[in-house]
T-cell receptor, first 112, second 115 residues
Framework: SQQGEEDPQALSIQEGENATMNCSYK?????LQWYRQNSGRGLVHLIL?????REKHSGRLRVTLDTSKKSSSLLITASRAADTASYFC????????????FGTGTRLTVIP | EAQVTQNPRYLITVTGKKLTVTCSQN?????MSWYRQDPGLGLRQIYY???????DKGDVPEGYKVSRKEKRNFPLILESPSPNQTSLYFC??????????????FGEGSRLTVL
């Protein structure tokens, strides 16, 4: 399966700390995307990084991509209680653009 | 407001009773897709559509049907629901015909329980 694997499965930090989540995948990709999901709600797109990019920023989010290791990381700086959610990486394969393959997610809890 | 709307949001039904979960988007998106989310399994694609009258199977299509008669609507049909279809379902759409250029916009989800 192409499904990504996030690490760790769960993460608990204090407000103000940085949170880092990792994602690994198996097959060559066109792009990798990160999504956020509040409990039981729809997923919200955070950032897309293409296979020829190494790093991307959006506000307090920093995403890196290492295609040689087939891995990506999401860093949330200066976390807030409102960042509490599940975070998923998802990949679009180089061979096809019909599906986003999602990982099983990292559950982030930010303690006020 | 740009959005993907699913109905119903919650449904409890019994085995074998046909049901339809509707999905509508108001963003003129080409691509639409259905996912199911189960604990420990992440999101898995059921069906997708790259344009009107063009649909194809995803990873877990068994027991489901879809149609795309209009660009904005992409209903998910369970002809004879079974308990293993108890899940949280998401409809999603994207601007282009594929996902190489854009992200998915998700609905709020439909929680289905089949007794």
């Amino acid at each position: 399966s192409q499904q990504g694997e996030e690490d760790p499965q769960a993460l608990s930090i204090q407000e103000g700390e940085n949170a880092t989540m990792n994602c690994s995948y198996k097959t060559s990709i066109n792009n990798l995307q990160w999504y956020r999901q509040n409990s039981g709600r729809g997923l919200v797109h955070l950032i897309l990084i293409r296979s020829n990019e190494r790093e991307k920023h959006s506000g307090r989010l920093r995403v890196t991509l290492d295609t040689s290791k087939k891995s990506s990381s999401l860093l949330i700086t200066a976390s807030r209680a409102a960042d509490t959610a599940s975070y998923f990486c998802a990949t679009v394969l180089l061979s096809g653009a019909n599906n986003l393959f999602f990982g099983t997610g990292t559950r982030l809890t930010v303690i006020p | 407001e740009a959005q993907v709307t699913q109905n119903p949001r919650y449904l409890i039904t019994v085995t074998g009773k046909k049901l339809t979960v509707t999905c509508s988007q108001n963003m003129n998106h080409e691509y639409m897709s259905w996912y199911r989310q189960d604990p420990g399994l992440g999101l898995r694609q059921i069906y997708y559509s790259m344009n009107v009258e063009v649909t194809d199977k995803g990873d877990v299509p068994e027991g489901y049907k879809v149609s795309r008669k209009e660009k904005r609507n992409f209903p998910l049909i369970l002809e004879s629901p079974s308990p293993n279809q108890t899940s949280l379902y998401f409809c999603a759409s994207s601007l282009g015909a594929g996902l190489h250029t854009g992200e998915l916009f998700f609905g709020e989800g439909s929680r289905l329980t089949v007794l």
